[in-house]
């Protein structure tokens, strides 16, 4: 069974720095991608930030420039470096992982994480 546990959210003033960090247990045959999303009270769950497997990294606009998310392959784990944090940024974030079960196509599963709340506030 797969399980993605993340860490490191909290309280932070406006334009502090916070990292979060995930790792995923269990086994997935391949990893296509890991990343972080965000659902803020009242709002719709929105893309973060991913990195694919080749090191391929998107980022939500809001956040260039500002976030860096990072991978170790090795020990499946992610890292979200939160910089220059506004209130707008206060939300839950969940760490995913997209992988292959088996060789099939077929076994694609989405995991997701439970979850760390980010509160920017002065």
């Known amino acids: 069974q797969v399980q993605l546990v993340e860490s490191g959210g909290g309280f932070v003033q406006p334009g502090g720095s916070l990292r979060l960090s995930c790792v995923a247990s269990g086994t997935i045959f391949r990893i296509i991608a890991m990343g972080w999303y965000r659902q803020a009270p009242g709002k719709q769950r929105e893309l973060v930030a991913t990195i694919n497997a080749g090191g391929g990294i998107n980022y939500a606009e809001s956040v260039k420039g500002r976030f860096t998310i990072s991978r170790n392959n090795a020990e499946n784990t992610v890292t979200l470096q939160m910089n220059s944090l506004k209130p707008e940024d206060t939300a839950v974030y969940y760490c995913?992982?997209?992988?292959?079960?088996?060789?099939?196509?077929?076994?694609?599963?989405?995991?997701w994480g439970k979850g760390t709340l980010v509160t920017v506030s002065s």
């Open positions: 995913t992982t997209v992988g292959y079960r088996s060789q099939l196509p077929s076994t694609r599963t989405d995991y």
